[in-house]
C-alpha cells in the first residue's frame, strides 16, 4: 500500500517530513539509529484526552516505539483499565500478572512490574490489567492519592538509569475521562501531549482538559504544562479534515505539530497482532507520519530544557 492509498497526497520534494520520515525509516531497518538529540533529562509526557476514540493509546505506543527504534530509551505506562497500549506492546497484562494497579494501590515498586516490550530494543512497559478498574474508587481514601505514580516513578528511574542507562522518555497512557488515574499521570508529568482527531466536534470538551491542567498545575504539579498537541485520523480527502486542522492550528499555534497522523488500516490492524504500526508494516503512511511526529517531539525545545 502506498503512502497515496492511504490518503496522503503524492510528494515529490526530498525535503519533505514524509520524504524525511521516509529515508528514517529505511535507516531503521537497516539498523542505524537517526540522529535525534537525547533529551537533557527524562522526559515524562503524559497523552490525555477525556474523549474517547481520538487516538490515544494509538499515539502513545506508535510515538513510543518510533522513538525507540531511533535509539532512544522509552518507557510507556499504562494506565488504561482496558490495557490497550499492553496489547500493541506485546507484553503480558492478564489477570495475575503484576501491573500498574499493584504500584498505585498496594505500593509495588515499579522495577517489579516493569516489561520488556517484544521486538523492539530500549522499549519497556509498565502494562494494566482489568485490575485497574478498581483503582478509581480504592484511590479516594489514600492518603496523598494524587503522587502515587509520581513517587512510584521517581523511585524508579535510578534503578533504570544503573541498570540499562538513564530513560530518555517515559509515556503516560491516560483513560478516557478524569477520574483520579488521570490525575496521577498529570501530577507524575512536566508535559502533556493531546491527541486530537480531525473530526466535527474535535475541540469539544478541550477546556475541561485544559481546566484540569491549569488546576493541577497550580495545586500540585507547577512544572505542568501542555507541550504538545498531535492531529490524528486526517483525511486529506475531506475539507472538513482541513478545516479542523486550521481551527486546531489556530486555536494552539505552535504547539501543534507539523506532522499529522492520517487515517490508517495499517495502524488499526497492528494492535491485533501484538504490534505498533512501527513494525508492523514500517513502510505505511501511518508508520512514517508517527516516525516524523516522533522525529519533531525530540526536536522540540522542551527536550533540551
Known sequence: MTATDEGYPPSHDDDSPLALAAAAAVQVRNGRVSDLPRPSRTRVVTVANQKGGVGKTTSTVNLAAALALQGLRVLVIDLDPQGNASTALSVEHHVGV???YDVLIDGRP???????AAGIPQLWCVPATI???????????AVAREHKLRRAL???LPLHQAEHGRLDYVLVDCPPSLGLLTLNALVCADEV???????YYALEGLGQ???TVELVRAELNPSLHVSTILLTMYDARTRLAAQVAQEVRTHFG?????TVIPRSIRVSEAPSYGQTVMTYDPGSSGALSYLEAARELARQPAAQA
Not at 485490575?131 to 481514601?141: H, K, Q, R, T, Y
Not at 505552535?254 to 507539523?258: E, F, I, N, P, Y
Open 193 to 199: 501531549l493531546i491527541p486530537i482527531q480531525c473530526e
Open 110 to 116: 515499579m522495577a517489579q512490574v516493569v516489561q520488556p
Open 154 to 156: 521517581h523511585a524508579y
Open 98 to 100: 503484576l501491573n500498574s
Open 254 to 258: 505552535d504547539q501543534v505539530l507539523a
Open 131 to 141: 485490575d485497574l478498574a478498581g483503582a478509581e474508587i480504592e484511590l479516594v481514601s
Open 209 to 211: 482538559l485544559m481546566s
